[in-house]
């Protein structure tokens, strides 16, 4: 954590994210999992809730030690990372499931279970750890908060879901006792399938040239730009009483011709007030202007017959100036971080499986991944109720994504990999589909858990923190459909008939 203890405490405490963004998101959180966890584990389930409970309280103990404060952007970060920390247990479990149905005891299947999961646990973590570890190295303030959260809850993870879990199981075996993990609809879902994806491909590669074509004209559409990319001027105001954000939101929209991201800061009368109305325009005048039209807009709110003098020097608290030079860095600041995550993720997918096929096939999921997102912020931002801006939100958005997804993906390929030696000979669209339809149940399930979560974060964390849910709402939906439809299909159609993992040549 060296990098972390450069950036200064100014920049790991202050939020640019809505403040109600709180633990109520947890609670609701937690109250989902551990319902989807008995339901679809039975009594297993309370082990997963167990190791999830203790990753919470770890990883609070560890952000309260390092003298971290845990802001809305580090909440955000624990809802998310609630989510994805399911998936270790729900990845051990599934295999425990599979090793029962082959009629192995629950010792043995338990066993089992942990020795075969511990590859594609080790593997989707650390590709989710690497884009959290650039964000963290890249991002400032409410982003930095975010990825340091999501980093320490990455790395508890795998403590709790593999020793923790492991170690509840063992003393529970150990007293001539097992834990269920099938339930009623469990076994429906958990049968496996044997659905053709790799038959459907050549329609999925044509989505996907539409999804590349779309998302290369989303530049030229243009998109709206966040305060930190395109400059703007933050004002923080004190009133008599309690106010409503939203309320005020709306009030300055129509004094500005834009919404302005509105912010509680400390206490529940004050707030703070970020504009870009007439950042781009120069003048000796342009800054009384906008103070003038923000006194406007603001009258109502403060007691009747307050001069715009008297809340110059007594209701604003402070102002400050976000530039456009200091935009470009953020920019270019972003445009590294995501461009230097796809590498070093790519870069260890070649490393792990020796295969150039791996990587290519998580290259054009990842581009997949991001251009679907890019598309909706670009040809949607006009049509729906809450900002779809561009910003150091949606990066975090876009890093998070790219991890979810490559997560997702080297679940299937690790599987690939497994079967192609189970079967050799076999051509590989069988292998592929093989694979596909093993892990479908954990691919439902985990991607369930994260929508969920993200969706309670989408409707519960305020205006602000909207666009950052909406994208990774996308993300997941688009993540899962690619590691299945995008990046496993490649590695039939490339490399001329070469097995999965091998130099041999298969039918």
């Not at 989710?128 to 303030?141: N, Q, S």
Request: aromatic share 14%.
């Amino acid at each position: 954590f060296f990098f972390f203890k450069q950036k200064t405490a100014y920049e790991m405490r202050i939020s640019d994210w809505s403040s109600d963004v709180c633990s109520s998101d947890l609670g609701i959180s937690f109250l989902v999992i551990f319902a989807l966890m008995l339901l679809y584990f039975n009594t297993g389930g309370w082990v997963a809730n167990i190791a999830l409970i203790l990753n919470l309280l770890f990883t609070i103990g560890v952000l309260s030690a390092l003298g971290f404060t845990l802001t809305a952007p580090g909440i955000a970060g624990l809802v998310l990372t609630i989510g994805m920390a399911v998936d270790t247990n729900v990845i051990i479990f599934e295999r425990i499931k599979e090793e029962l149905t082959k009629g192995k005891n629950y010792s043995a299947a338990v066993n089992e279970g942990y020795k075969r999961s511990l590859a594609p646990v080790l593997d989707g973590h650390i590709t989710t750890l690497l884009t959290a570890i650039i964000l963290a190295y890249f991002g400032l303030g409410p982003v930095l908060g975010f990825a340091t959260t999501q980093i320490i809850g990455i790395l508890l993870s795998l403590f709790c879901g593999i020793l923790v879990s492991r170690l509840i199981s063992d003393w529970y075996t150990n007293k001539n006792r097992h834990f269920e993990y099938f339930t009623k609809i469990s076994k429906v879902i958990f049968n496996h399938t044997s659905f053709k994806f790799i038959e459907y491909r050549k329609y999925a590669y044509m989505l996907s040239a539409v999804i590349f074509v779309l998302g290369i004209a989303s530049f030229f559409h243009g998109f709206d730009e966040g305060v930190e990319f395109a400059g703007g001027r933050s004002y923080t105001v004190k009133f008599d009483k309690a106010v409503d954000p939203e309320q005020i939101r709306e009030d300055l929209k129509t004094v500005f011709g834009e919404a302005p991201i509105i912010k509680t800061v400390d206490v529940k009368n004050q707030v703070n007030i970020t504009t870009s109305f007439k950042i781009k325009e120069t003048g000796n005048n342009v800054d009384a202007e906008v103070e003038r039209k923000l006194y406007e807009g603001l009258q109502k709110y403060l007691p009747a017959g307050t001069s715009f003098e008297t809340f110059e020097t007594s209701y604003k608290q402070g102002s400050q100036t976000v530039l456009p030079t200091i935009s470009d860095d953020l920019k270019a600041g972003a445009t590294k971080a995501t461009l230097f995550a796809v590498l070093v993720i790519c870069l260890y997918i070649f490393i792990r499986f020796r295969d150039w096929r791996y990587s290519l096939g998580s290259i054009v999921a990842l581009m997949h991944d991001v251009f679907v997102t890019l598309i909706v912020f670009s040809f949607l931002k006009d049509f729906v109720p809450f900002p779809l801006e561009i910003d150091q939100h949606f990066i975090a958005a876009i890093l998070t994504v790219i991890g979810f997804s490559m997560n997702d993906t080297v679940i299937v390929y690790d599987r690939i990999r497994e079967d192609s030696g189970m079967m050799k000979g076999a051509p590989n669209a069988a292998v592929i589909n093989r694979a596909i339809n093993e892990t479908l149940s954990r691919t439902i399930m985990t991607s369930v858990t994260v929508f969920l979560t993200i969706l309670i974060l989408f409707i519960f964390g305020g205006e602000v923190t909207r666009g950052f849910a909406f994208a990774m709402l996308i993300g997941v939906a688009t993540g899962t459909y690619s590691s299945i439809f995008v990046a496993a299909p490649f590695l039939v159609d490339f490399g001329g008939g070469r097995a999965l993992g091998s130099k041999e040549k298969t039918k």
